[in-house]
Every structure is written in C-alpha cells, then in structure tokens.
C-alpha cells in the first residue's frame, strides 16, 4: 500500500471530518485478491456513515461514462458529477487497458520507418 499507515487509517477513521490535513490521494497496491477494493468500499462506507458525499467507481465505468458525452458541455457536467463527493473512490486503475477515446489521448502514429 503507498499511502498512509494502518495507524493513519485509523486515527483518521476515527475523526469525525475530513480535513485538509487528509492526504488528498491514497493508492492501495498489490496483486489480485488481497483485498485492495475491499478497503476502498470501507473508506467510502465509513465516510458515508460519518455524513460525507462518496462515490465509488471503477476505472472503466467512469471512462465509458465520461467517453459516452456529446460535447464538452456535456463532458463538463459529467465531471462536475464524479468531482462533486467529498471522496471519489477510482477502482481498478490500471487494471485493463483503455481505448484511444476512453483515456482522451489521441493515439500517435510514427512515421518512421
């Protein structure tokens, strides 16, 4: 796991707030099965229960979802959708490789040959 410590996670789960001293990013890593998606359901749960917004979704969801807009309004308001919570939890990042238009990269070809 990179990010705070088991003793981090949970002096903060005790609080009653989420305050600015709370890293703004916690990534959980590690191989399959050992219970990364598990922990981030707890955290959202938790702060759910504490009276915080949460949203949780997974990487491909969320690219799918915002990928599907018609124009940049459109995408805009989308976004505005997933930065809204107080905690937005991106699950399986990284897991799966994403389309061209999903990651809103334009893929580049060389001309080199």
């Known amino acids: 796991m990179i ?5 981090a996670i949970t002096s903060r789960s005790s609080s ?20 990364k998606t598990m ?5 959202a749960l938790h ?4 009276g915080h917004s949460a949203r949780f979704v997974s990487a491909s969801a969320m690219l799918t979802d915002l990928a599907a ?3 940049a309004l459109a995408l805009r308001r989308r976004l505005r ?3 809204k ?12 490789s994403y389309s061209d238009r999903a990651s809103g990269h334009p893929r580049r070809h060389s001309t080199a040959g």
């Not at 600015?20 to 219970?35: L, M, R, W």
């Not at 937005?88 to 799966?96: P, R, S």
């Open 16 to 35: 009653s707030s989420i305050s600015s001293a709370t890293p703004p990013n916690v990534v959980f890593i590690g191989p399959n099965g050992v219970g």
């Open 81 to 83: 959708r997933f930065a």
């Open 3 to 7: 990010g705070p410590s088991r003793r």
């Open 69 to 71: 807009q018609d124009g």
């Open 85 to 96: 919570p107080e905690l937005l939890v991106v699950d399986e990042v990284g897991y799966l």
């Open 39 to 43: 922990l981030a359901q707890n955290l």
């Open 47 to 50: 702060a759910l229960v504490l």
